[in-house]
């Protein structure tokens, strides 16, 4: 088996192994990993119609148009999609953000703010991005106070009597009999917006090239499945875009220290955690002015205040890590974890998934709210095969009293609970996700290539990623080798090595303990000064001139001869 079959490969093992899910993707779809982005390819939403006519008919009439956007890396890039297709064509919007502070969905805080906009210049349509689904009561008290249009764009789930009827246009991913359920909020408005361009020559320059990156970067942010042909083609073409960029994406790559050519893990890893940094400390307004300023010097202005309040952020980030992962008891995770921790609700979403991929299990991190003795909680559902919004569904089928709200997509979701609702939630979110049908693991098939470690650097990362972007779902190939353990450290959720390959080079190695497997069996597997047999995935990661090429052991043997 050949490195270059990796392409070949990835495709057809993805496509057997999503047939044994019973995943319900278009799978000879999946070939498109080497598919021009084309918009008219894309799958259509119900209600993209309308909305496209609705807005071309305000802008005939010169109306004022609002664009309201949530506030994480999904909303801000919606935001930026909605100005970049405006700008050009129109002059009458303004665009403003929710924030996370004020909670989620058209709040109080939001609703005044838009009141106080239409006092002063009456608003003829106001648009929702990536939010509003739910928020019937706030869009009638809307409508009354005189806002002539709403088109709400959104892909998180539906509430049973809380959905948007009373909007003009209401588009969600999810709701219906729409194709595209696993479609990013930005790429829902992208799609509306792209009826700006579609008798536009040079459409590529006009509106792709500004407005897909800003898709690419919400599709891996917000953890839309890339199995999925349309996330993928987008993912690639929006990468693609990046790097031959000269304003932003590449003075952004530069301060934040990334390779001269962004790769997918670039979006997830520094980027996308960069724009949620907003959400993380309130400063959602610099990380959108970032995503639409122009000049340069203002812009490196910005980035640098942005990258000040991420240090911060990931400090913090640390800290609350670190205590939570000591709290856990290791021998009692059983199928999912959920956990009440001591930090800002605004990084219990990124702690719940550092958590969820130490342990390989769908998780949720609370936060005590004292004052009304009622918790917030952020799910990561982790596995491929679990969905937040359908497991929430079901724990509300089970107990209709549980929660005060949620709401959320396939891979992530947010909810609020009593204080003393706790047990109950972590009793029904264990059983709902132990009694997910999952593959078994002996028909699942991953694809290992036998690699003499002899040749292993970080070049070998270059011919994986040909066949990328990889998701938690898209089949990434794995390497077998044989090394000398040169030394072994256990921790709690997962064991470090130090390995020596047949270079002679020293290689870092990290392997997660299974929720069965014990530190002691692992150790008299596998003891100093072994030659082991090893199936890994090389990970390589650059960022200010310093390289992180790094193993992820799937499993390792003591050879005996």
Same mark, same amino acid.
């Given at each position: 088996?050949?490195?270059?079959?990796?392409?070949?490969?990835?495709?057809?093992?993805?496509?057997?192994?999503?047939?044994?899910?019973?995943?319900?993707?278009?799978?000879?779809?999946?070939?498109?990993?080497?598919?021009? =982005?084309?918009?008219?390819?894309? $799958?259509?939403?119900?209600?993209?119609?309308?909305?496209?006519?609705?807005?071309?008919?305000?802008?005939?009439? *010169?109306?004022?148009?609002?664009?309201?956007?949530?506030?994480?890396?999904? #909303?801000?890039?919606?935001?930026?999609?909605?100005?970049?297709?405006?700008?050009?064509?129109?002059?009458?919007?303004?665009?403003?953000?929710?924030?996370?502070?004020?909670?989620?969905?058209?709040?109080? /805080?939001?609703?005044?703010?838009?009141?106080?906009? *239409?006092?002063?210049?009456?608003?003829?349509?106001?648009?929702?991005?990536?939010?509003?689904?739910?928020?019937?009561?706030?869009?009638?008290?809307?409508?009354?106070?005189?806002?002539?249009?709403?088109?709400?764009?959104?892909? *998180?789930?539906?509430?049973?009597?809380?959905?948007?009827?009373?909007?003009?246009?209401?588009?969600?991913?999810?709701?219906?009999?729409?194709?595209?359920?696993?479609?990013?909020?930005?790429?829902?408005?992208?799609? +509306?917006?792209?009826?700006?361009?579609?008798?536009?020559?040079?459409?590529?320059?006009?509106?792709?090239?500004?407005?897909?990156?800003? /898709?690419?970067?919400?599709?891996?942010?917000?953890?839309?499945?890339?199995?999925?042909?349309?996330?993928?083609?987008? /993912?690639?073409?929006?990468?693609?875009?990046?790097?031959?960029?000269?304003?932003?994406?590449?003075?952004?790559?530069?301060?934040?220290?990334?390779?001269?050519?962004?790769?997918?893990?670039?979006?997830?890893?520094?980027?996308?955690?960069?724009?949620?940094?907003?959400?993380?400390?309130?400063?959602?307004?610099?990380?959108?002015?970032?995503?639409?300023?122009?000049?340069?010097?203002?812009?490196?202005?910005?980035?640098?205040? #942005?990258?000040?309040?991420?240090?911060?952020?990931?400090?913090?980030?640390?800290?609350?890590?670190?205590?939570?992962?000591?709290?856990?008891?290791?021998?009692?995770?059983?199928?999912?974890?959920?956990?009440?921790?001591?930090?800002?609700?605004?990084?219990?979403?990124?702690?719940?998934?550092?958590?969820?991929?130490?342990?390989?299990? $769908?998780?949720?991190?609370?936060?005590?709210?004292?004052?009304?003795?009622?918790?917030?909680?952020?799910?990561?559902?982790?596995?491929?095969?679990?969905?937040?919004?359908?497991?929430?569904?079901?724990?509300?089928?089970?107990?209709?009293?549980?929660?005060?709200?949620?709401?959320? *997509?396939?891979?992530?979701? #947010?909810?609020?609970?009593? =204080?003393?609702?706790?047990?109950?939630?972590?009793?029904?979110?264990?059983?709902?996700?132990?009694?997910?049908?999952? $593959?078994?693991?002996?028909? +699942?098939?991953?694809?290992?290539?036998?690699?003499?470690?002899?040749?292993?650097?970080?070049?070998?990362?270059?011919?994986?990623?040909?066949?990328?972007?990889?998701?938690?779902?898209?089949?990434?190939?794995?390497?077998?080798?044989?090394?000398?353990?040169?030394?072994?450290?256990?921790?709690?959720?997962?064991?470090?090595?130090?390995?020596?390959?047949?270079?002679?080079?020293?290689?870092?190695?990290?392997?997660?303990?299974?929720?069965?497997?014990?530190?002691?069996?692992?150790?008299?597997?596998?003891?100093?000064?072994?030659?082991?047999?090893?199936?890994?995935?090389?990970?390589?990661?650059?960022?200010?001139?310093?390289?992180?090429?790094?193993?992820?052991?799937?499993?390792?043997?003591?050879?005996?001869?």
């Amino acid at each position: 088996m050949d490195i270059n079959d990796i392409p070949k490969l990835s495709l057809e093992v993805t496509k057997r192994n999503l047939a044994l899910c019973d995943n319900d993707n278009d799978l000879d779809a999946l070939s498109s990993y080497d598919t021009l =982005f084309d918009i008219n390819k894309l $799958p259509n939403l119900t209600g993209e119609r309308e909305a496209a006519d609705l807005l071309s008919k305000v802008m005939d009439d *010169h109306g004022f148009i609002l664009a309201v956007s949530d506030y994480d890396s999904d #909303g801000l890039n919606s935001a930026a999609v909605v100005y970049k297709a405006l700008k050009s064509k129109y002059d009458n919007y303004k665009v403003i953000h929710n924030k996370r502070c004020h909670h989620n969905g058209f709040n109080p /805080v939001l609703i005044d703010k838009i009141k106080k906009i *239409h006092d002063e210049k009456p608003i003829d349509l106001m648009y929702t991005m990536d939010h509003g689904s739910n928020d019937k009561e706030a869009f009638e008290e809307l409508k009354n106070y005189g806002i002539k249009h709403i088109i709400v764009t959104d892909h *998180h789930m539906i509430t049973k009597g809380k959905e948007a009827t009373n909007a003009d246009v209401f588009i969600n991913a999810q709701q219906f009999d729409n194709d595209p359920k696993h479609m990013c909020g930005c790429y829902v408005i992208f799609k +509306v917006m792209s009826s700006l361009y579609k008798d536009d020559p040079d459409i590529y320059n006009n509106f792709y090239r500004p407005c897909l990156p800003h /898709v690419a970067i919400a599709t891996v942010s917000d953890v839309m499945s890339l199995n999925i042909w349309y996330n993928r083609v987008a /993912v690639r073409a929006g990468l693609q875009l990046m790097n031959i960029d000269q304003g932003l994406w590449k003075l952004l790559g530069i301060k934040l220290g990334l390779p001269a050519v962004y790769r997918y893990k670039d979006i997830g890893y520094s980027i996308a955690p960069f724009i949620n940094t907003g959400n993380r400390s309130s400063t959602e307004e610099l990380c959108y002015e970032i995503l639409v300023t122009e000049d340069i010097p203002k812009l490196s202005y910005l980035i640098d205040q #942005g990258i000040k309040n991420n240090i911060r952020r990931k400090e913090i980030k640390k800290h609350s890590l670190a205590k939570v992962m000591d709290g856990i008891n290791v021998t009692k995770v059983g199928k999912s974890l959920s956990i009440i921790m001591e930090c800002s609700m605004s990084i219990n979403g990124i702690v719940a998934n550092a958590v969820g991929e130490s342990f390989r299990v $769908p998780t949720t991190c609370f936060v005590l709210d004292k004052e009304n003795k009622t918790l917030s909680g952020s799910s990561r559902a982790v596995l491929s095969h679990v969905s937040i919004a359908d497991t929430y569904n079901k724990m509300k089928e089970l107990d209709s009293n549980l929660f005060h709200a949620c709401g959320g *997509h396939k891979g992530a979701g #947010g909810c609020c609970i009593d =204080f003393d609702k706790f047990d109950r939630f972590q009793e029904l979110f264990e059983k709902v996700i132990s009694e997910l049908p999952v $593959p078994d693991k002996d028909d +699942v098939k991953d694809i290992v290539i036998d690699y003499n470690t002899k040749y292993l650097d970080y070049s070998v990362i270059e011919d994986i990623d040909f066949a990328g972007p990889y998701g938690k779902d898209w089949i990434m190939p794995k390497l077998r080798g044989m090394f000398k353990v040169d030394r072994v450290i256990h921790t709690k959720a997962l064991a470090i090595f130090t390995l020596r390959g047949l270079n002679g080079k020293l290689f870092k190695a990290t392997y997660f303990y299974p929720s069965n497997e014990t530190i002691l069996s692992l150790d008299d597997l596998v003891p100093t000064g072994a030659v082991v047999d090893v199936i890994f995935e090389p990970q390589y990661y650059k960022r200010y001139n310093a390289t992180n090429f790094t193993l992820l052991i799937d499993t390792i043997q003591e050879v005996t001869t």
